[in-house]
């Protein structure tokens, strides 16, 4: 459950910011497919992850959580 928030929210933030799935994912240095994973909540993102994410989308983790 908690994967699929931020999954959701990870989505969201990247297209509001203008990304691809393919672009976000090279800027983060991962695959498509894991970026995807996440972003579909199959896959829980790791704090540093969630960081990273935040970081790329110049936003703070806080706005990214979904709670």
Known sequence: MEAEKWGRRIRAFRKLKGFTQEGFANNLGVSVSVLGEIERGN????EKFIEDVANALNITVDELNPR
Do not use: D, G
């Open 43 to 46: 896959r829980e993102p790791s």
